[in-house]
């Protein structure tokens, strides 16, 4: 079974400063996908940024970087240079790998609420 | 690319009636959808897969007979929410196969 573990119910950053929002995860998979989601108040799950476990390198998308560490299993989202818009709640997320109706499944960590200060 | 349109975006209902929710891919043909609950200040769990053309299937705990998952066409995936109660207001999702898009989610209350 997979297990996706985020262990900040809450974060606060400065704007401009930088902030990590941890995950960890469990699989005995040797395939599988690391997600990052941004949900604001309306509820929408907008995707930030994509790892697969093969990758060699982390994966960057503008102001999102994932340091992703295998061998501790962990996909830590960096956010830099905060932005009052980035006031949300943050949900890291493991996909099941191919083969089978369940390929594309998402297991969701608890998420972790984001709070930027002017 | 990948659009999922998903209607209504938020519905109040009496106890007792029963709700639809469709998600519609605009761009693409979905033969799987995912659909997930999320109730308030908590995680998004998966309910149920559709599949095109064959049976969904349920996670463990999900009453199948209560969330009804048609999925008749590559475009179009629907959950009725039938006979529904007070405990069934929660937040419902949808997503096709990938995990890279959503739709935009049901917020349903029954009072």
């Known amino acids: 079974a997979q297990k996706i573990t985020q262990t900040q119910p809450g974060m606060f950053v400065q704007e401009k400063e930088a902030v990590t929002l941890d995950c960890t995860y469990d699989?005995?998979?040797?395939?599988?996908?690391l997600f990052w989601y941004k949900q604001p108040s309306s509820g929408e799950m907008i995707f930030l940024i994509y790892?697969?476990?093969?990758?060699?390198q982390n994966a960057t998308e503008g102001r999102y970087s994932l340091n992703f560490q295998k061998a501790r299993k962990s996909a830590n989202l960096v956010i830099s240079a905060s932005q009052l818009g980035d006031s949300a709640m943050y949900f890291c997320?493991?996909?099941?790998?191919?083969?089978?109706?369940?390929?594309?499944?998402?297991?969701f960590g608890q998420g972790t609420i984001l709070t930027v200060h002017p | 690319g990948a659009v999922v349109s998903q209607h209504p975006s938020w519905v109040i209902c009496k106890s007792g009636t029963s709700v639809k929710i469709e998600c519609r891919s605009l761009?693409?043909?979905?033969?799987?959808m995912f659909w997930y609950r999320q109730f308030p200040k908590q995680s998004l769990m998966l309910m149920a897969t559709?599949?095109?053309?064959?049976?969904?299937?349920?996670e463990q705990g999900v009453e199948k007979d209560k969330f009804l998952i048609n999925h008749a066409s590559l475009t179009l995936s629907t959950l009725t929410v039938t006979s529904a109660h007070p405990e069934d207001s929660s937040f419902y999702i949808c997503?096709?196969?990938?995990?890279?898009?959503f739709g935009s989610g049901t917020r349903l209350t029954v009072v």
């Open positions: 997320a493991m996909r099941s790998p191919g083969g089978g109706t369940s390929y594309g499944k998402l297991t």
């Open positions: 559709s599949n095109e053309g064959s049976k969904a299937t349920y």
């Open positions: 699989t005995s998979d040797p395939s599988y996908g």
């Open positions: 761009d693409f043909q979905a033969t799987t």
């Open positions: 790892q697969g476990s093969y990758d060699q």
């Open positions: 997503s096709p196969r990938g995990g890279y898009t």
